[in-house]
């Protein structure tokens, strides 16, 4: 549980905008949704990122998908899909 806590104040999840925004207005045509919803003391929280690569909130869903059945191969980690 203290893993999973470090990691999501590493990625400061709890002041990330819900959406990023992207140069063309869009997503881009390849990869992966990754959402991720949080409540704590009455305060909700979601996270919705297109292949988030090289950053914390990747790690923290890759960290939860490794606890999950569904697993990761190599491919799917190099381009931040789960």
């Known amino acids: 549980m203290q893993h999973f806590l470090s990691l999501l104040d590493k990625a400061g999840f709890w002041s990330l905008p819900t959406e990023e925004t992207y140069g063309n ?6 990869g992966s949704q990754w959402v991720f919803e949080g409540i704590a003391n009455d305060d909700y929280s979601v996270v919705d990122r297109w292949s988030p690569k ?5 790690q923290l869903c890759v960290y939860l998908a490794t606890l999950s059945p569904v697993k990761l191969d190599e491919d799917s980690r190099q381009k931040g899909s789960p």
Do not use: L
């Not at 090289?54 to 990747?58: A, F, G, I, R, V």
């Open 25 to 30: 207005g869009g997503y881009p045509m390849d």
């Open 54 to 58: 090289d950053s914390s909130y990747e």
